[in-house]
């Protein structure tokens, strides 16, 4: 199954009312500029493991992904992200992908910082 598009929300002085998405079992991909800020929140009744790919890759080695771990509940920010670390550099160049190990009572924002 293909990855379901994020879009990113640009963060303002003026304020920016965040519109939320269900995480998809699929996973996410947004794009990233190096100024991408990922909220993750947690409704549910249970910690879930949100799992960002790292694309950096050097000599056929490959950097292990971030796994952060949201508690029941809770919400987090992770960011921004840089991206000679976690974007994508084969079939989703440009794209930070991010995946969940439970969807549901989970909502994903991208928010962007201006330049």
Known sequence: MARVSLARQLLADTGL???YTPAAAEGHAF???G????HIRNDAGSPVDVTIRSGYV??????????????????IFVGPLDPVVYNQTDGGAGQVYVDYSATEGVTVAVLLMPS
């Open 35 to 38: 100024k991408a800020i990922l």
């Open 17 to 19: 009312l965040a519109a």
């Open 58 to 75: 050097r000599s056929g080695l490959k950097l292990a992904d971030r796994v952060i771990s949201v508690a029941a509940g809770a919400s």
């Open 31 to 33: 794009e990233n500029n």
